[in-house]
């Protein structure tokens, strides 16, 4: 790599350096005493420039020239005063042919939700999956729910993404988690003579029923329903209703599933699915209203990444295999609203690979970051990917779509 490519490379982050030194935090999170509530604040302020930056930048020139004076060939990122070696890009061949691509063909086209025949493959399984549970003698009596969740609902999926996620609940009965010393009689509820395994096994005959025994497969979490000629694989999940109390009687509401291999209970926040249930805006409407504030652009750019992603695996990039289109969303979700304002795709798409990568190289960046539910935390314990691996993908993003300067 000659001077002046490293010299572009990294004035490219000056600016964001200047950005994290002299600009408000752009995300903070309050933790709430009563029944873990969030609020986030500031998290759509663009940051501002201002005469500390120019001393700043002065400085950081100064350092390069050093650097590049002793080394022609080795690659560093600046950010917040200190230097850090970039691992060399997987595949150079396959880097300089995707810099010489037209980017903003590829993203605007990507952007696009799947076709309206694919759509029509997916809500065809769920028509079916109704029809199973309402044919169902057990479970046609009682109150349950069938609804899709997960990119499908959210409108962020891909053609390549091989199935859609159904959830089934059950809301009849619900699980609950009161604060501690506090027990059912404090909130008048008792227990219920029926069980989630029960429910879960009587789902199962629906589903044998009407798919039959070669289609449907019972996993450890949900049911898999293979694809035929008219629909599209599904995964079927059977839930309960879960609440999460606070002391003054008031709760959250979502959804919870019990594995079969009795480890601990998972409980989600997908959106509001019952009228009674408390107006918290969760996951669903979460996503919504993110979009309307980016111009409609947030859900193309998960799109985009989720595309990127398939495409790095693809031509060998090892890490992308192990990054789930969720938590692509999530990271999306957790840009700041100024990256998307720009005027084309691949400008947008820069932006929020800076942000990115720029916040996730450390946890003290991003270990207040929450998934789209703005309930969990997204790189806390029991989560099934670390901030290494996604700060990985990013870092593999960047080089195969070849950040320019700003």
Same mark, same amino acid.
């Given at each position: 790599?000659?001077?002046?490519?490293? =010299?572009?490379?990294?004035?490219?982050?000056?600016?964001?350096?200047?950005? %994290?030194?002299?600009?408000?935090?752009?995300?903070?999170? *309050?933790?709430? $005493?009563?029944?873990?509530?969030?609020?986030?604040?500031?998290?759509?302020?663009?940051?501002?420039?201002?005469?500390?930056?120019?001393?700043?930048? +002065?400085?950081?020139?100064?350092?390069?020239?050093?650097?590049?004076?002793?080394? +022609?060939?080795?690659?560093?990122?600046?950010?917040?005063?200190?230097?850090?070696?970039?691992?060399?890009?997987?595949?150079?061949?396959?880097? =300089?042919?995707?810099?010489?691509?037209?980017?903003?063909?590829?993203?605007? %086209?990507?952007?696009?939700?799947?076709?309206?025949?694919?759509?029509?493959?997916?809500?065809?399984?769920?028509?079916?999956?109704?029809?199973?549970?309402? !044919?169902?003698?057990?479970?046609?009596?009682?109150?349950?729910?069938?609804?899709?969740?997960?990119?499908?609902?959210?409108?962020?999926?891909?053609?390549?993404?091989?199935?859609?996620?159904?959830?089934?609940?059950?809301?009849?009965?619900?699980?609950?988690? /009161?604060?501690?010393?506090? =027990?059912?009689?404090?909130?008048?509820?008792?227990?219920?003579?029926?069980?989630?395994?029960?429910?879960?096994?009587?789902?199962?005959?629906?589903?044998? @029923?009407?798919?039959?025994?070669?289609?449907?497969?019972? @996993? !450890?979490?949900?049911?898999?329903?293979?694809?035929?000629?008219?629909?599209? $694989?599904?995964?079927?999940?059977?839930?309960?209703?879960?609440?999460?109390?606070?002391?003054?009687?008031?709760? *959250?509401?979502?959804?919870?599933?019990?594995?079969?291999? @009795?480890?601990?209970?998972?409980?989600?926040?997908? $959106?509001?699915?019952? $009228?009674?249930?408390?107006?918290?805006?969760?996951? /669903?409407?979460? @996503?919504?209203?993110?979009?309307? +504030?980016?111009? =409609?652009?947030?859900?193309?750019?998960? *799109?985009?990444?989720?595309?990127?992603?398939?495409?790095?695996? #693809?031509?060998?990039?090892?890490?992308?295999? #192990?990054?789930?289109?969720?938590?692509?969303?999530?990271?999306?979700? !957790? #840009?700041? !609203?100024?990256?998307?304002?720009?005027?084309?795709?691949?400008?947008?798409?820069?932006?929020?690979?800076?942000?990115?990568?720029?916040?996730? *190289?450390?946890?003290?960046?991003?270990?207040?970051?929450?998934?789209?539910?703005?309930?969990? /935390?997204?790189?806390?314990?029991?989560?099934?990917?670390?901030?290494?691996?996604?700060?990985?993908?990013?870092?593999?993003?960047?080089?195969?779509?070849?950040?320019?300067?700003?």
């Amino acid at each position: 790599m000659n001077s002046r490519t490293l =010299r572009a490379r990294c004035y490219s982050l000056e600016k964001k350096h200047a950005v %994290s030194l002299f600009s408000p935090m752009p995300l903070l999170l *309050r933790h709430g $005493e009563a029944g873990h509530s969030f609020q986030r604040k500031n998290r759509n302020d663009e940051p501002s420039l201002i005469f500390g930056q120019l001393l700043t930048r +002065q400085l950081l020139r100064m350092k390069l020239t050093t650097l590049i004076s002793h080394s +022609q060939t080795t690659l560093f990122k600046v950010l917040q005063g200190a230097s850090q070696e970039r691992r060399a890009p997987e595949g150079a061949d396959v880097r =300089r042919q995707s810099l010489a691509r037209d980017w903003e063909s590829s993203f605007s %086209s990507w952007s696009d939700p799947p076709s309206d025949a694919e759509h029509e493959r997916c809500e065809r399984v769920i028509r079916a999956i109704r029809t199973a549970v309402a !044919n169902s003698s057990k479970l046609q009596t009682r109150k349950i729910l069938v609804f899709t969740q997960g990119s499908f609902r959210n409108r962020v999926n891909v053609r390549q993404e091989s199935d859609v996620d159904v959830g089934v609940m059950l809301y009849d009965y619900f699980l609950a988690q /009161y604060p501690e010393s506090k =027990r059912n009689v404090d909130f008048g509820n008792s227990d219920a003579n029926y069980s989630f395994i029960q429910f879960k096994n009587e789902l199962e005959e629906a589903l044998v @029923g009407h798919f039959g025994r070669a289609a449907v497969k019972r @996993g !450890n979490k949900a049911f898999d329903i293979k694809a035929s000629a008219s629909h599209i $694989e599904s995964d079927v999940v059977p839930l309960f209703e879960f609440r999460r109390y606070w002391d003054d009687g008031s709760y *959250r509401a979502g959804v919870a599933l019990l594995p079969d291999n @009795g480890s601990f209970r998972i409980e989600n926040y997908p $959106e509001r699915l019952v $009228e009674y249930w408390p107006p918290t805006p969760v996951h /669903y409407e979460n @996503g919504v209203a993110k979009n309307d +504030q980016t111009s =409609r652009r947030f859900k193309g750019m998960v *799109r985009i990444l989720k595309k990127l992603r398939i495409e790095l695996e #693809a031509v060998g990039n090892t890490a992308a295999t #192990a990054i789930p289109g969720y938590l692509v969303e999530c990271l999306v979700w !957790n #840009a700041p !609203n100024w990256c998307f304002d720009r005027d084309k795709w691949e400008d947008r798409v820069q932006s929020v690979l800076r942000y990115l990568w720029q916040n996730t *190289r450390d946890s003290a960046l991003c270990d207040k970051w929450c998934e789209v539910d703005e309930i969990k /935390y997204l790189f806390h314990l029991f989560q099934p990917w670390t901030r290494e691996r996604a700060h990985a993908f990013i870092n593999a993003a960047w080089d195969y779509v070849g950040v320019k300067p700003v």
